[in-house]
């Protein structure tokens, strides 16, 4: 807890107040024990109404509230208890509840995030000193009154922002939805029934929506997930039953508040022509079994204000338990009618508070959406030829940045001595490397559809009706044996043929793509030689590092961050020779270098040996 003491850095913040003319202080610095934050009361005066109805009033009473850190730490400003104005409007949190010191409503106003509205009328970067933040902030609570009352708080081309749900809990519910999903929703006649929640037993904590079943548990809209939350898992999933609703617009109450009592939802689905208790009464019969079950709200959205409606999203809630067994209402026998009357009397009751549940979409847009690959290789089917530190590597940066049709071919089992730069752990040590790395990729991404492969590359001609399937055949396993096998093979379609290895302590990458229906590898090998061979002659005294005891092995010396700079690099190299249509073939030698002073610098490309 902040000594009570005004800093001085509070003061002075306060003082640059005084240069808005919009603003009046009412009381100076006060200490809230609530929050544990400091306080000012304020009035602010708006007189830009123009020929239509205020929203917030002229006259208004807020709250700019602080940490005791300041200039550091957050800023909110909340409409007062007293200032008339409860309604909640775009950029503002729920405002529909009042905070623990009965002083100010819990809608705070979002200005510290892009608003194109207060971008035009306030600064449009946050300050960070004494003299200028607390300014910043309550001038643009000035402005945003400004844009409220002339219903310009929105452009119709802003991104598209839900309003505050007041989510909590450590619980996640992921749905699936996209624009190719919302068409198929548009071709389903019902508006309510059940939905099959799915659960790995790796992370009980994350629910995912799997059937949505009609009134009569009839299937009506399958959703597709990858092999985290399918019955390829090798970990349990389990499967609970919730009941979903599809509205036909937001479900709000006032101007743009999420429902925050369950008479506040009956209300709003009532806005969007939807009886909410005439459908409960309808399903509540399959869920009586003495547990809490999710109701889901569904919702079209579009991407921008203005736009036209493009997902159906969702927002989950947990549901009180319902009447069941001997829980009936007085004077009623265990039957629905009993149980039904109970729950509009005792359970389903106005004033009870909704648990919004924290809803995320899932799709492989929105999880890609922080860095993805081109479209060309999401969509291909790939084949990784070695699980090792580099095979890992890869595999795992294609899964995170979408491409989830993999196969990994490896018969090594993992040891030891591998985690020094392998992606996998000690769970999966003296297990097969390809079966791990598999799971692994599953557990990162929950639409990788990955498979393993436990056995040795051989040249052999059956094997080649097996390789047609796939788009890229990537070969991470550094020996000479794979690029010579895949070269005897003619396959009916082309394929992108890929290899990459690193040389002794990772000081140089070498790169090989190609495009064709069979693999040529004799320029490739042709440049690389001169290179191996000067790096046998280079390190042909040094002491390998050994692993055990006996009969040892010689280790290959490079550490994780190498790998990780090589496959890195491999893969930006891939990427952009498959999406130039006019190369068909590249060999690309690096070699790390240091800067004058001798500090790393990263890779360059290697045209010449150099000493």
Not at 16 to 39: C, F, G, N, P, R
Not at 293 to 318: D, N
Not at 398 to 419: F, M, S
Not at 513 to 524: H, R, V
Request: glycine share 6%; with cysteine; aromatic share 12%.
């Amino acid at each position: 807890m902040f000594v009570k003491d005004i800093s001085d850095e509070l003061q002075k913040g306060r003082r640059a107040l005084d240069s808005i003319k919009e603003v009046s202080i009412v009381t100076d610095w006060q200490w809230d024990d609530y929050s544990e934050k400091w306080y000012l009361e304020v009035i602010i005066y708006n007189d830009s109404i123009e020929n239509e109805e205020e929203i917030v009033p002229v006259k208004s009473l807020w709250y700019v509230v602080v940490d005791g850190s300041y200039p550091k730490g957050k800023i909110k400003v909340y409409p007062s208890v007293k200032s008339g104005f409860d309604d909640t409007l775009y950029h503002q949190s729920n405002n529909g509840k009042i905070s623990e010191n009965k002083l100010w409503r819990v809608g705070g106003l979002c200005l510290d995030s892009y608003i194109s509205a207060l971008q035009k009328l306030g600064y449009k970067d946050e300050p960070c000193t004494v003299d200028e933040r607390l300014h910043w902030h309550v001038q643009r609570a000035v402005n945003w009154i400004t844009c409220a009352n002339s219903r310009k708080l929105i452009n119709p081309l802003d991104p598209f922002e839900l309003p505050d749900f007041n989510e909590r809990g450590s619980a996640i519910l992921a749905f699936n939805e996209d624009k190719v999903s919302f068409m198929q929703w548009e071709c389903v006649d019902y508006s309510y029934g059940y939905v099959d929640l799915i659960s790995n037993e790796i992370n009980p904590l994350v629910y995912a929506t799997s059937v949505f079943r009609n009134s009569v548990n009839k299937e009506v809209m399958p959703i597709k997930w990858g092999d985290f939350f399918s019955d390829d898992a090798k970990s349990k999933i389990n499967v609970t039953k919730g009941i979903w609703i599809l509205l036909n617009s937001i479900p709000v109450v006032k101007l743009w508040q999420a429902p925050n009592t369950f008479k506040e939802l009956v209300d709003a689905c009532n806005k969007c022509d939807f009886n909410l208790m005439a459908i409960l009464e309808i399903l509540a019969h399959r869920i009586r079994d003495g547990k809490g079950h999710s109701l889901l709200v569904g919702f079209p959205i579009s991407e921008t204000f203005s736009g036209e409606k493009s997902m159906i999203y969702w927002k989950a809630l947990k549901l009180p338990v319902l009447s069941h067994g001997k829980y009936t209402q007085n004077g009623y026998r265990q039957k629905e009618n009993g149980y039904w009357l109970r729950d509009k009397l005792s359970i389903l009751k106005h004033n009870i508070e909704l648990n919004w549940v924290v809803t995320q979409n899932w799709s492989a847009n929105e999880i890609n959406n922080r860095g993805k690959m081109i479209k060309s290789l999401e969509s291909m089917n790939a084949l990784i030829i070695g699980a090792g530190s580099i095979g890992a590597s890869v595999a795992e940066t294609l899964t995170r940045a979408g491409v989830y049709k993999i196969h990994i071919q490896d018969y090594d089992i993992l040891e030891i001595g591998n985690l020094s730069r392998h992606s996998l752990d000690l769970s999966n040590v003296g297990k097969p490397k390809a079966e791990e790395l598999v799971e692994y990729l599953h557990r990162i991404n929950p639409h990788s559809i990955a498979r393993s492969i436990n056995e040795k590359f051989l040249e052999d001609d059956k094997k080649i009706e097996s390789l047609e399937k796939y788009d890229l055949i990537i070969d991470c396993t550094g020996e000479d044996s794979v690029l010579f096998g895949l070269s005897k093979m003619k396959f009916k379609s082309i394929k992108i043929f890929a290899s990459v290895s690193i040389g002794f302590a990772a000081e140089r990458l070498y790169i090989f793509l190609q495009k064709s229906n069979s693999l040529n590898n004799t320029n490739f090998f042709l440049k690389v030689l001169p290179f191996l061979d000067t790096e046998q002659e280079k390190f042909k005294d040094f002491e390998f590092p050994r692993d055990g005891v006996g009969c040892w092995s010689p280790l290959f010396p490079a550490r994780q961050d190498d790998i990780s700079i090589a496959s890195s690099t491999f893969i930006k190299v891939m990427e952009e020779f498959i999406k130039r249509d006019d190369l068909k073939e590249i060999v690309k030698i690096y070699e790390q270098f240091s800067s004058k002073d001798g500090f790393f610098a990263g890779y360059r490309e290697a045209d010449k040996i150099y000493e």
